[in-house]
């Protein structure tokens, strides 16, 4: 059982050191041993989600930034471990990085034998921010507030189904924990990434959806999609009318998604520098803050290796706990 500590402490957010990032921009002065070809940032993930989003914002702007072509590499499967896998075993020489979110603490206890070791293997490079998740329905359904979600699915158990990204992912267990201390069943519907289960939810192949905020919001704004719940614990900007969890009577609970770059283990200090500060940078411009902070709705934290890896861990207790008590696998 999620405790309120163990879930406020999955939200946490490390305090901003412009210090440690020590950002520059990237034509100034690049470290010796800095890539002269084209720079790769893996995508664990299909098109279409919110870490693919965030790639192809920054992506111009690193390229201003760095003199380097950007490459966005999608490499979706087992629940992003299949791209963070190719990145760990890549060459520590600055043209390789993840871009990543909340399924990087969250594998090592979902994956058999994960073919990398999350801590060791991957070096920290910026915490970038984090943001709740959403519960909606397809506007079709009869559900107008997630007390009315609950109340049908007391009456069918184990009939209502929902979308989330991924069997294992932080959707999925976030769904799953509210479903048990709501008391009901779902039928939990997993995809191959947010896209492809943000796809289906707006054309009303699954009555719900778990999914970030990121990705969920512009179809809430559209009226595709019908927000009932988040898992903030405070109401967002653009979705004041929705409720959070613990205004619902879940007392303590949150559950946020977050995203992060990595590189393989081993790159020099100077060239994790380098290209964490240029990404920190670019997020910083403004066209670029404005349109992940509200329409992704991406708070942000900007944080260094130290922060980053600090986060992480945090991050690995809490869900590593939460995934062993309530039996949740990845298939």
Same mark, same amino acid.
């Given at each position: 059982m999620l405790t309120r500590r163990s879930i406020l402490l999955a939200g946490l957010a490390v305090p901003v050191s412009v210090k440690t990032l020590r950002a520059q921009s990237a034509i100034n002065s690049p470290p010796a041993g800095w890539p002269s070809g084209p720079?790769?940032?893996?995508?664990p993930f299909a098109a279409g989600g919110s870490i693919d989003a965030v790639a192809r914002v920054v992506q111009p702007g690193l390229q201003q930034r760095l003199g380097n072509t950007i490459i966005i590499d999608n490499r979706p499967g087992a629940s992003g471990s %299949?791209?963070?896998?190719?990145?760990?075993?890549?060459?520590?020489?600055g043209a390789t990085w993840l871009l990543c979110f909340d399924s990087q603490a969250l594998n090592p206890f979902l994956i058999a034998n994960l073919p990398f070791d999350t801590e060791k293997d991957l070096d +920290?490079?910026?915490l970038?921010?984090?943001?709740?998740?959403v519960i909606a329905a397809? +506007?079709?359904?009869p559900y107008k507030t997630f007390g009315d979600l609950v109340a049908d699915a007391k009456t069918k158990p184990d009939t209502i189904t929902c979308s989330n990204g991924g069997a294992g992912s932080l959707a999925h267990l976030t769904a799953v924990i509210l479903a048990k201390r709501a008391g009901i069943r779902l039928v939990h519907v997993p995809y191959r990434g947010g896209g492809p289960s943000l796809n289906d939810a707006v054309a009303g192949h699954v009555d719900l959806i778990a999914g970030t905020a990121a990705a969920v919001s512009t179809q809430v704004q559209a009226g595709a999609l019908r927000p009932l719940l988040q898992t903030g614990l405070s109401r967002l900007a653009n979705l004041p009318d929705? +409720?959070?969890?613990?205004?619902?009577?879940?007392?303590?609970f949150e559950a946020l998604t977050w995203w992060g770059c990595f590189g393989p283990s081993g790159v020099p200090g100077a060239v994790v520098d380098h290209f964490g500060g240029a990404l920190a940078? %670019?997020?910083?411009?403004p066209p670029v803050a404005r349109q992940l902070t509200e329409t992704l709705q991406i708070k942000?934290?900007?944080?260094?290796?130290?922060?980053?890896r600090t986060f992480l861990a945090t991050q690995m207790r809490t869900w590593g706990a939460a995934i062993r008590e309530n039996g949740v696998k990845a298939e």
């Open positions: 720079i790769r940032i893996v995508v %299949t791209g963070a896998a190719m990145v760990a075993k890549s060459p520590p020489d +920290p490079v910026l970038i921010g984090t943001g709740p998740l397809h +506007p079709s359904r929705v +409720p959070t969890a613990v205004e619902f009577g879940f007392a303590g940078d %670019t997020l910083r411009d942000f934290e900007i944080g260094g290796p130290g922060q980053l």
